[in-house]
């Protein structure tokens, strides 16, 4: 301590007039603030590894000489093992949306714009941080690799898996492993891997806006495990709604930086990088838990093991003794699902994401429609023009749902069509060839078939779509017929078709008895 503290006097030519210590749960390394006798403060890091801190005063500089949100590092003893940098203040991201983490991932909005800002922000550091940098300076390697993959997955296996007792067969899991660390590097990257990025690790300033402390261990990687390491945090509970928020201002904050893969094949990898981090972090939780026995750790071992269930419901990892043992694992008693009560929030903000409030048993049974229980259900679907009018329901139940076919693109607008509609073959092509409308119907299918679902539990009799476009033609003839088809394949329930600008009306009979 009297070095830092002397590495203090040689940079600012005084003793600090006061010393705070900082509790770190996870590292070895030594944190403190040290104030002046002008009130300004600095940060004072004592490491013990020297390679560890060099790589921190690299980066560090590295990446001020990029100009970005990092501190400076203001002073260095000679032997590296003692360095200060600047105060970036007291508030973390972590602390600022503690109100959502611990009323169980109700955020409101100021937390979730500090989180969208900080994701925005994070392919800044990842892909205009790796510009230039040196590798090798990099602790403990330079580069992610099969062989470190392979080290977190056996950190995993005897830190964690071992310790339940849980049996499985080592050879296999071990080829499955090989298997997953072979996938997980397949695909060259030249990004920054922060490796670390939690919200404990984010500052921020007055303005909110963030700033990257802890990056010492970063290394050249693929950018999909930041982003991961982030949003499958156990402890933070965001809640799914959220999660694809912030994977989606991330992908498109990423495009701003450099070229990226299609959404599709963008997520398959983010779901490897998700799996293989929970495995990484179980591990960690093992290890610093189970062995050093730091409650921290043990605390956030159920969390855990819920967003490892959430994952192994996607059922798309194409390794099967893998997934095999940790669906056993998950099924074991002592990790069985605890449903806790919903909190409040402490700050009295309501959310909306979340059912806050249950049922009062003085509220009594729920009534029930006149219409409950009449079946079996008929689902009407309209083509017309809006030059024309809305379809008229004459169920006399008011009508039902309304799509916009106009911002789609009109085959009509072209000769060879015009006089076609959109039954007709070269229509069809046209549109399918096309694809905005294949777009906007998978969007329609997903709505119709939850509310079809239910008017059936229901025992509803009458439901109604109408597809509207320019001429009632071309597009919502296309939309309407495909949606009827659609519903009377999927559910056979009777579907009665109304083209009703071309004066066409067909039924498709129902097939199931309801």
């Not at 709604?241 to 094949?265: D, M």
């Amino acid at each position: 301590m009297q070095k830092l503290i002397d590495l203090y006097k040689s940079w600012s030519g005084a003793e600090p007039s006061g010393v705070e210590r900082f509790d770190t749960a996870g590292s070895n390394r030594q944190y403190f603030r040290l104030v002046g006798a002008d009130g300004l403060s600095v940060i004072g890091v004592i490491g013990t590894s020297r390679d560890e801190d060099h790589a921190f005063i690299y980066l560090s500089n590295h990446f001020r000489k990029r100009q970005l949100p990092v501190p400076r590092v203001l002073a260095v003893a000679d032997d590296e093992l003692r360095y200060l940098q600047e105060d970036l203040g007291r508030t973390s991201l972590f602390g600022a949306i503690s109100g959502g983490r611990e009323s169980g991932g109700r955020y409101n909005q100021r937390e979730k714009l500090l989180l969208v800002n900080t994701i925005r922000e994070l392919p800044n550091i990842q892909i205009r941080g790796a510009r230039g940098l040196d590798w090798t300076n990099c602790y403990p390697q330079p580069e992610f690799d099969e062989d470190s993959v392979l080290f977190d997955l056996n950190y995993f296996k005897y830190c964690f898996l071992k310790p339940t007792e849980l049996d499985f067969h080592e050879l296999k899991l071990e080829a499955n492993f090989r298997l997953f660390a072979k996938d997980l590097v397949a695909e060259r990257s030249d990004s920054f891997m922060y490796r670390d990025f939690q919200a404990r690790n984010v500052m921020l300033d007055a303005q909110g806006r963030p700033y990257f402390i802890d990056y010492q261990g970063g290394r050249k990687g693929p950018y999909y495990y930041d982003l991961a390491s982030f949003l499958w945090q156990a402890s933070a509970k965001y809640p799914y709604k959220l999660r694809r928020e912030l994977v989606y201002e991330y992908y498109n904050s990423l495009k701003l930086y450099t070229e990226v893969p299609s959404v599709r094949h963008f997520v398959e990898r983010l779901s490897l990088f998700v799996l293989f981090r929970t495995l990484q972090v179980l591990g960690a939780y093992g290890f610093r838990g189970y062995f050093e026995r730091k409650k921290h750790f043990i605390d956030s071992i159920p969390p855990a093991m819920q967003n490892l269930r959430e994952l192994l419901e996607l059922d798309v990892f194409p390794y099967p003794y893998l997934i095999d043992v940790l669906r056993r694992l998950t099924e074991l008693p002592q990790f069985a699902r605890i449903e806790e009560p919903a909190l409040s929030r402490a700050d009295g903000f309501r959310t909306t994401d979340s059912k806050v409030y249950t049922a009062h048993p003085s509220d009594g049974p729920a009534t029930f429609s006149k219409y409950d229980n009449k079946g079996p259900l008929v689902v009407r679907v309209y083509s017309f023009s809006y030059h024309k009018g809305i379809p008229a329901d004459e169920s006399g139940n008011g009508g039902g749902y309304v799509f916009d076919c106009r911002g789609t693109h009109n085959p009509g607008r072209y000769e060879p069509y015009k006089k076609l509609t959109g039954l007709d073959e070269p229509v069809i092509r046209f549109l399918e060839d096309d694809g905005e409308i294949l777009t906007f119907l998978e969007s329609v299918y997903k709505l119709a078939d939850v509310h079809v679902r239910r008017y059936i539990q229901r025992g509803f009799t009458s439901l109604m779509f109408s597809f509207g476009c320019t001429g009632g033609q071309h597009r919502s003839v296309y939309a309407a017929q495909h949606l009827a088809e659609h519903i009377n394949r999927k559910f056979g329930v009777e579907v009665r078709i109304v083209h009703r600008e071309q004066g066409i009306s067909t039924t498709l009979e129902a097939t199931k008895k309801q």
